[in-house]
């Protein structure tokens, strides 16, 4: 079975700091997507950014970017400058190619601090 | 684009009593999802469409939890006969397929 873990329950950063929060996961499946969801406390989740496991090179979207190392099973989040908007729960998500279902790990709070 | 959008916002219940939440996904969407959140925990898939057919069901979805979505557009999520372990955040997601999901606020059940 597939399954996510993210072993920082919280995580803090000073403003325009940068800040990386880890992610690993398990899968004997070689196809998959791997996804790190924001949700601020109006709740809604938000995505920050996409990876697809065949691609070596890492995402990245603004001031956030990933660090995936497949072999390892790592999926990392690295936010430069962080901001205080920054503030939220993060987690990282897993989905096979042939399903719709994610898999999310127990996710990482992270506060920004003036 | 007006996102997905579910009602009620909170729902406080007593034991024993049904209740039933709403979910509007993205307008032509054809993918609707259901998960459940815990404090402290991530979304767990409960169950998702493909247009008005239901394809995937958690096996968290017990026979007290039905889902529905008639006319492949809004969805219903209703559960009967609730406990409180039934306590939790009720999150509807829409996608166009094979794309990254699109999340509601959500519906927080407190079952008294």
């Known amino acids: 079975a597939q399954t996510v873990t993210q072993s920082q329950p919280e995580m803090s950063v000073q403003e325009a700091e940068t800040v990386t929060l880890s992610c690993t996961y398990d899968t004997s499946e070689s196809d998959y997507y791997l996804f790190w969801y924001k949700q601020p406390p109006s709740r809604q989740m938000i995505l920050v950014i996409r990876q697809e496991a065949y691609k070596q090179q890492n995402a990245t979207e603004n001031r956030f970017s990933v660090n995936f190392q497949k072999a390892a099973k790592s999926f990392s989040l690295k936010i430069s400058d962080s901001q205080l908007g920054d503030a939220a729960m993060y987690f990282c998500?897993?989905?096979?190619?042939?399903?719709?279902?994610?898999?999310f790990g127990t996710g990482t709070r992270l506060q920004v601090f003036p | 684009d007006t996102g997905v959008s579910q009602d009620p916002r909170h729902k406080i219940t007593k034991r024993g009593q049904n209740v039933t939440f709403r979910c509007d996904p993205i307008?032509?969407?054809?993918?609707l999802y259901w998960y459940r959140q815990t404090l402290g925990q991530g979304p767990e898939f409960l169950t998702y469409f493909q247009n008005e057919a239901q394809l995937e069901k958690s096996r968290l979805l017990s026979d007290r939890f039905s889902a529905e979505r008639p006319k492949g557009s809004f969805s219903t999520l209703e559960i009967q006969r609730t406990e409180q372990g039934d306590s939790a955040m009720y999150l509807c997601?829409?996608?166009?397929?094979?794309?990254?999901?699109?999340f509601g606020n959500g519906t927080r059940l407190t079952v008294t």
């Open positions: 998500a897993y989905r096979t190619y042939n399903t719709d279902k994610l898999i």
């Open positions: 307008s032509e969407h054809n993918r």
């Open positions: 997601a829409s996608s166009p397929g094979n794309s990254p999901l699109h």
